[in-house]
């Protein structure tokens, strides 16, 4: 098994937080953050960017799922503390 993958396995249930284990573009992730909007979106990262101010990193995702507020094929940005491995 790879180590990506088993790290993965053993996160499943965590959410990414900058500095730690982090998304990659290619990687599939799902929105994790019951307050928000997109709740239950799920993708693959298309871009990893820094946020100003020294605030960690964002993720950018193409949805693979539709929900009532987005759509497959829409592209969403997120905090990585929302976000977890799918």
């Not at 249930?13 to 709740?39: I, L, M, Q, R, W």
Request: aromatic fraction near 6%; charged fraction near 25%; proline fraction near 5%.
């Amino acid at each position: 098994m790879k180590l990506k993958r088993y790290i993965r396995t053993i996160l499943r249930e965590n959410n990414y937080v900058s500095h730690s284990f982090e998304p990659a573009v290619g990687d599939e992730v799902k929105n994790t953050n019951p307050g928000c909007k997109h709740y239950g979106s799920e993708g693959i990262v298309v871009k990893v960017v820094e946020l100003p101010g020294d605030m960690g990193k964002g993720v950018e995702y193409e949805c693979t799922n539709s929900g009532d507020n987005w759509a497959s094929g829409d592209v969403l940005a997120k905090t990585m503390d929302q976000l977890g491995p799918a």
